[in-house]
């Protein structure tokens, strides 16, 4: 197919419209709050030195934290096009992950992920009603409304989620568009008033801020975080839209509007120190300006909760794929885009959770109190869990990959401290649904790699079973058996059959699932057909982490391509059912035996899991004491 650079061109420019509207609707609507809450955090009118020094670092944390370190280094590190804390992990070696449980390193990757799942919940809610909280200037006496017309706007964002992040990202991009123009014209005018600020981009004064207020200016640091939450969003979101449109967005528009507008917040304090109360609002006057800031920001900052919560679907799909997370219902949103998934369940978790957030809280200062512990202790792990990509997966050496952790530790490490300080005003909120999230997540891995040596230990080898087969005197039927099995073994179903009922049928297709740490799998390297004697034949079927794993359509591919007698249009699939019974005795120690008999009989079924025909399958269940 012949190259044309100008409908490549579109289609680029296309995207990136589509990731502003998704990726940056978090870090875009920061500022409606950042710097009214670094006022509040003053107790007092803001001297000029300080409006200087906190805009200063505002700026230097979207330069470093954002620029630097996400768009320029850690997005090189995709896995396939899909970004995110689980797609970075999956790039190291094999030994370096699992083979004997989680490392180091691997519960580092997952602790980043749960605490993403924390933070996601804060997001959407301390973004809308921030918005909304416009209203209190436009019309004080609509003040009243601001938390009911917050639940409602959390309502109707996560009831839009089904209709697939394409969709959605088609129908907000425009709206970002408007509202990033909008914000840098506004701090462009507020700069022309007062160009004075435009010296903010000096580092000198981020540094003497620090000089001034000695350690207690620490502080700052969990308000100006502030200001770059959405990053880790925008590594997660890579595989809805690419690294290119991303990149390009965020040069082109979105750091020159929030850089505008940080400014322009700053310009307008220093020339009247009465609108530190909230800076954004104050760049229009009242009335119908004000009404019209109100309503564009209400959406921006629905659409805000965009980022993270496809990246929330995104981190979902990848952690079920490489066994870290049970299996949940995924709806495939796009036939174009593999990596656009809607997770019902964690759709109206969040949407509960934001709701109770706003309810609880009330007002977006107090919330921000709660917002930045995650996603800051995420960022410093995806910058420990890139070290370790640049070593052991690129082959860097020593001089180039660790002056490159040390810079982005030199930022993230203080972020983390400083939010560390909020904890008892709201930063355990997220702490604790991150840590109920990395509990899960560890057991079931965990769980799943006891379940699978029990499995392999209990069914023996192939070459046994088949040296046992002719002194059982087992009777062969017309027909064709399909066991679907994740171990190397004998599937339980199969010994069954075997030792019990002394029949098999004449064809017997035993398929080995096996998910890998690609994000998708070409389909040259799907399948792989291994004949045995007397109608037996086994069929590796190999799927990437992001891909819905469809066993019988593969499987048809498999046995065509082998001209195998098995007839699959009469076929019949046996699989097993495992009952885990905790009494402790086993590998697993009590209550980690416990939680994962919970979750494993709260799963979704193997059945749904593989995409077989329900009507043509049979299951043969077995307890068993982990």
């Known amino acids: 197919m012949p190259f044309h650079p100008v409908s490549s061109t579109k289609r680029t420019a296309a995207a990136a419209v589509g990731a502003v509207g998704v990726v940056f609707g978090d870090i875009g609507t920061s500022p409606l709050y950042t710097l009214q809450v670094a006022a509040?955090?003053?107790?007092?009118?803001?001297?000029?030195?300080?409006?200087?020094?906190?805009?200063?670092?505002?700026?230097?944390?979207?330069?470093?934290?954002?620029?630097?370190?996400?768009?320029?280094f850690v997005m090189r590190a995709d896995n396939r096009g899909e970004g995110g804390i689980l797609a970075l992990l999956a790039l190291l070696p094999v030994p370096e992950r699992e083979d004997r449980g989680p490392m180091l390193v691997a519960l580092l990757g997952i602790a980043g992920a749960a605490l993403?799942?924390?933070?996601?919940?804060?997001t959407p809610a301390i973004s809308v009603l921030s918005a909304l909280e416009g209203l209190e200037r436009a019309a004080p006496g609509l003040e009243r409304y601001v938390v009911p017309l917050t639940c409602a706007v959390l309502v109707g964002l996560f009831a839009l989620q089904p209709r697939g992040t394409g969709k959605v990202g088609k129908m907000f991009g425009p709206i970002m568009v408007t509202w990033f123009v909008a914000i840098g014209a506004l701090g462009l005018k507020e700069l022309v008033k007062n160009p004075v600020m435009l010296g903010a981009i000096s580092p000198s004064f981020a540094a003497s801020y620090f000089a001034r207020h000695g350690f207690g200016g620490l502080r700052i640091l969990g308000v100006v975080v502030l200001a770059i939450t959405g990053g880790e969003a925008l590594y997660a979101d890579m595989g809805y839209f690419g690294a290119r449109p991303i990149r390009l967005s965020w040069f082109a528009l979105v750091l020159p509007a929030l850089a505008l507008s940080y400014m322009g917040q700053g310009a307008l304090v220093l020339r009247d120190p009465g609108a530190a109360e909230n800076p954004f609002f104050a760049m229009v006057p009242s009335g119908a300006p004000a009404y019209a800031?109100?309503?564009?920001?209400?959406?921006?900052?629905?659409?805000?909760?965009?980022?993270?919560?496809?990246?929330?679907?995104?981190?979902?799909?990848?952690?079920?794929?490489?066994?870290?997370?049970?299996?949940?219902?995924?709806?495939?949103?796009?036939?174009?885009?593999?990596?656009?998934?809607?997770?019902?369940?964690?759709?109206?978790?969040?949407?509960?959770?934001?709701?109770?957030?706003?309810?609880?809280?009330?007002?977006?200062?107090?919330?921000?109190?709660?917002?930045?512990?995650?996603?800051?202790?995420?960022?410093?792990?995806?910058?420990?869990?890139?070290?370790?990509?640049?070593?052991?997966?690129?082959?860097?050496?020593?001089?180039r990959s660790v002056p490159l952790l040390l810079?982005?530790?030199?930022?993230?490490?203080?972020?983390?401290?400083?939010?560390?300080?909020?904890?008892?005003?709201?930063?355990?909120?997220?702490?604790?649904?991150?840590?109920?999230?990395?509990?899960?997540?560890?057991?079931?891995?965990?769980?799943?790699?006891?379940?699978?040596?029990?499995?392999?230990?209990?069914?023996?080898?192939?070459?046994?079973?088949?040296?046992?087969?002719?002194?059982?005197?087992?009777?062969?039927?017309?027909?064709?058996?399909?066991?679907?099995?994740?171990?190397?073994?004998?599937?339980?179903?199969?010994?069954?059959h075997a030792t019990h009922l002394r029949s098999i049928m004449?064809?017997?297709?035993?398929?080995?699932?096996?998910?890998?740490?690609?994000?998708?799998?070409?389909?040259?390297?799907?399948?792989?057909?291994?004949?045995?004697?007397?109608?037996?034949?086994?069929?590796?079927?190999?799927?990437?982490?992001?891909?819905?794993?469809?066993?019988?359509?593969?499987?048809?591919?498999?046995?065509?391509?082998?001209?195998?007698?098995?007839?699959?249009?009469?076929?019949?699939?046996?699989?097993?059912?495992?009952?885990?019974?905790?009494?402790?005795?086993?590998e697993m120690s009590l209550l980690p035996e416990r939680l994962f008999a919970l979750l494993e009989r709260n799963t979704k079924s193997t059945i749904d899991k593989l995409g077989l025909p329900p009507d043509r399958v049979i299951e043969i269940g077995v307890r068993l004491d982990l």
């Open 40 to 72: 509040e955090h003053a107790r007092a009118a803001p001297s000029r030195a300080d409006v200087f020094g906190v805009v200063s670092l505002i700026l230097w944390a979207l330069i470093l934290a954002v620029s630097v370190k996400y768009v320029t």
């Open 116 to 122: 993403l799942f924390g933070d996601g919940m804060i």
């Open 293 to 399: 800031l109100v309503v564009l920001a209400a959406l921006a900052t629905a659409i805000a909760s965009q980022a993270l919560i496809s990246g929330v679907f995104s981190l979902t799909h990848q952690a079920i794929g490489l066994g870290y997370f049970p299996r949940l219902t995924l709806v495939h949103t796009s036939h174009e885009a593999e990596g656009h998934i809607y997770v019902p369940l964690m759709n109206w978790g969040l949407m509960t959770a934001c709701i109770a957030l706003v309810v609880h809280f009330k007002h977006s200062a107090r919330l921000a109190s709660a917002y930045g512990i995650a996603v800051s202790g995420t960022m410093a792990i995806t910058s420990i869990v890139f070290f370790e990509v640049t070593r052991k997966t690129w082959k860097w050496n020593a001089s």
């Open 407 to 496: 810079l982005f530790l030199s930022f993230d490490l203080p972020f983390l401290g400083a939010n560390a300080l909020k904890f008892f005003d709201g930063g355990y909120i997220p702490i604790f649904v991150g840590t109920l999230f990395f509990v899960v997540m560890v057991d079931w891995h965990k769980g799943r790699q006891v379940l699978r040596r029990r499995l392999e230990r209990d069914s023996g080898t192939l070459a046994e079973f088949f040296d046992a087969l002719p002194g059982r005197n087992v009777t062969r039927i017309p027909g064709t058996a399909v066991y679907p099995t994740s171990t190397n073994g004998v599937p339980h179903p199969l010994s069954l």
């Open 506 to 586: 004449e064809n017997v297709v035993i398929v080995n699932v096996i998910g890998t740490h690609e994000p998708r799998v070409d389909e040259e390297h799907r399948h792989e057909y291994e004949p045995f004697p007397d109608g037996f034949a086994r069929i590796k079927l190999r799927f990437g982490y992001m891909e819905l794993r469809d066993v019988p359509k593969a499987l048809a591919a498999a046995l065509e391509e082998a001209k195998s007698p098995a007839r699959l249009d009469q076929a019949t699939y046996f699989v097993g059912r495992e009952t885990i019974v905790a009494t402790g005795r086993g």
